[in-house]
């Protein structure tokens, strides 16, 4: 009898947070099943990378933080106009907030880029923020 109660209050709970779906569930292992083969729906947006101009090179950074702050490290790559890879880097940057890594990775790639002689290069990068502080 209480088990059915809590039964009826859980599938009560699940109609009020979940309106659209139709639960026809007749004991609580059809529940489960029924719920257990729910899947999230997956959103995403493709990307390309894009050739640079004829005889420049492309350099592309990212930056990530494993919690806000948290344990973070930097990234990038430099390819040519075919998309030849050039130079690539990674480095484990300890605890930071996750604008750190982002601005880190732009100015480590950028100073390589330079002390290897790779004078005309373009960047590309994911952090909104740094594009728009670099456009002012």
Request: aromatic content about 14%.
């Amino acid at each position: 009898m209480i088990c059915n109660s809590i039964f009826v209050n859980l599938l009560d709970v699940f109609r009020l947070h979940f309106p659209k779906r139709i639960f026809s569930s007749a004991s609580w292992l059809h529940f489960y099943l029924e719920i257990s083969s729910w899947s999230t729906p997956i959103t995403y947006t493709l990307v390309r990378w894009v050739r640079p101009p004829h005889d420049v090179l492309k350099l592309n950074t990212d930056g990530y933080s494993k919690g806000n702050p948290g344990v973070s490290g930097e990234g990038g790559v430099l390819r040519d106009e075919r998309g030849k890879l050039l130079l690539d880097f990674s480095c484990h940057f300890g605890l930071a907030t996750s604008m750190q890594p982002e601005a880190r990775a732009l100015l480590f790639g950028v100073e390589l880029c330079l002390q290897r002689g790779f004078g005309q290069f373009e960047v590309e990068l994911d952090s909104l923020i740094l594009v728009l502080f670099f456009k002012i």
